[in-house]
């Protein structure tokens, strides 16, 4: 993905993470105020809440 953005694959990491966790705060704000939920990583984020 880096190279076909034309940028090393260490800028494209930084850019690539910092937009990921941007956008993981506000859904997990938004799913915390909307639903009551908690929104979690790697596979455990993908359980169901019961």
């Not at 076909?4 to 915390?32: A, H, N, Q, V």
Request: proline share 6%; hydrophobic share 30%.
């Amino acid at each position: 993905m880096a190279e076909k953005l034309d940028c090393s694959p260490s800028e494209f990491r930084g850019k690539y993470l910092e937009r990921y966790e941007g956008w993981r705060r506000t859904l997990e704000k938004r799913i915390s105020i909307d639903a009551g939920l908690t929104l979690g990583r790697g596979k455990d984020g993908f359980s169901p809440p019961f």
